[in-house]
């Protein structure tokens, strides 16, 4: 889900409220979105369309120096600031009732299994795909409350962004040429 990782840095702070130094995180997302967490005793995740839109809003339309500096994936920076993400988007998940689209997930996963169960013995081919049905769907749960591994697994290495083999594997991936 997250294409690029970044700090959003301050060298002064003439409000007085947000501090210096980096204040917040943020990521690109899939279509140019970009989702901002704050670092304050008073957290907020946002989710602004473009990473230009956020940088102009929290400079203060370019009244405050606030510059958007680039993660190294691999880096120590970069693994805090994916944990920082990852729990903004846990509360965006509760907020926005994903949580409860995972739940369902898991419920008819269950009653993928509970069919199966049922016909094993008078029909196996059957029981079998409903067994498999209820692996994706528990993929799809997973996906829903924020674990994006199973869709590492459908997509083909090859389309990894450079984050998903960092988040995978804790350093940068060497492409094979060829």
């Known amino acids: 889900m997250i294409d690029r990782l970044f700090a959003l840095r301050r060298d002064a702070d003439p409000t007085g409220m947000s501090g210096t130094g980096t204040v917040a995180y943020g990521a690109t997302l899939p279509g140019g979105r970009a989702l901002v967490q704050w670092l304050s005793d008073r957290p907020s995740t946002v ?4 990473v230009a839109d956020a940088e102009h809003i929290h400079s203060h339309g370019g009244t405050q120096p606030t510059a958007i500096v680039w993660l190294d994936p691999t880096s120590p920076e970069a693994a805090t600031a994916r944990e920082t993400l990852d729990a903004g988007m846990q509360l965006l998940t509760e907020v926005t009732g994903t949580a409860v689209l995972a739940e369902t997930f898991r419920a008819a996963a269950d009653g993928r299994r509970e069919l199966a169960r ?10 079998d795909n409903l067994n498999l049905q209820a692996l994706a769907l528990d993929d799809a749960a997973r996906v829903a409350g924020g674990d994006l591994t199973p869709l590492y697994n ?7 962004t450079e984050d998903m083999h960092a988040r995978l594997y804790g350093k940068r991936h060497q492409q094979q040429p060829g």
């Open 47 to 50: 989710v602004w369309r473009t």
């Open 118 to 127: 049922g016909i094993k013995g008078d029909h196996p081919v059957i029981a």
């Open 154 to 160: 459908w997509l083909p290495p090859h389309r990894w």
